[in-house]
């Protein structure tokens, strides 16, 4: 019985079998056009995005495992932490003034340190740059803080223009731009933690997760897979929390100046 388990698990999709799920996709398109959504351009680039950026990245990942340095491993780190700046900067559709940098910072501190702590300290894995494992962990908790840094921002950005005249109203009777903000700030950083949290409550009841399900398809003992998405989640939401609370902060000190005045270094984009 164990036998034939391991040869289902070894079972590969074919090409044939890839096309059926591209059927669904093509399913999906359909059901857009027919209720006129408006988003049949946005579905297609993401789509072809999609399937072209995983293709290059299984091939690049065949070679990284291959060669399995620790230099090439925090090299691809820091592409991917560019290129969640750079997405959260094309969605959040706004520009704040320093804008970049706070999100490299924020997504930067916030994955790097539960990326740390999780490959030194829960794996413990020998050796610490094994592609292997830092690559889809730490790809996993950057993809997350990067979500909470755009939810944080634009959130926040959008409760401080909707309630300037209750702001600069609190800051005329002496409230510090701290004290005038605080309903903003508890806004935006509850939005940036509840999809987690709200997830984290279906886990293993509604759905299994993408890493637990991966490990148990590759044959991995269920219990140990169980573990190790314990351990991941929990990861995703300290990356949450704390790149988001860095985000709040820091875009916090471009809204409002020294003399605590707002000074909304703001524009959408065009």
Request: glycine share 8%; net charge positive; with cysteine.
């Amino acid at each position: 019985m164990r036998k034939m388990r391991d040869e289902t698990m070894a079972e590969q999709i074919q090409l044939s079998q890839m096309a059926i799920a591209y059927i669904l996709l093509l399913a999906v398109f359909l059901i857009v056009m027919a209720n006129r959504l408006g988003v049949v351009r946005q579905l297609l680039i993401s789509s072809f995005r999609m399937t072209i950026q995983l293709l290059l990245a299984g091939i690049a990942l065949r070679y990284i495992f291959g060669f399995n340095f620790w230099y090439m491993t925090l090299i691809v780190l820091v592409v991917m932490l560019a290129s969640a700046v750079h997405i959260v900067l094309g969605r959040i559709g706004l520009r704040v003034s320093g804008l970049p940098l706070v999100l490299l910072t924020s997504i930067g501190v916030g994955s790097g340190i539960v990326t740390a702590v999780f490959i030194f300290l829960i794996v413990g894995r020998s050796p610490w740059y094994d592609a292997v494992y830092v690559l889809p962990i730490g790809g996993m908790i950057i993809g997350n803080a990067m979500t909470a840094c755009a939810l944080v921002v634009e959130r926040f950005v959008s409760e401080i223009k909707q309630g300037k005249a209750m702001v600069e109203t609190s800051l005329s009777l002496g409230a510090t731009s701290k004290e005038a903000s605080t309903d903003a700030f508890r806004s935006a950083y509850k939005a940036a933690l509840l999809p987690t949290i709200i997830s984290m409550s279906g886990i293993g009841l509604v759905h299994l997760p993408g890493m637990m399900t991966g490990q148990i398809l590759a044959g991995v003992e269920p219990m140990l897979a169980v573990r190790y998405q314990i351990a991941i989640i929990i990861a995703i939401l300290a990356a949450a929390a704390i790149s988001g609370l860095m985000a709040l902060h820091l875009v916090r000190g471009r809204i409002f100046n020294n003399y605590h005045q707002i000074v909304m270094p703001v524009r959408t984009k065009r």
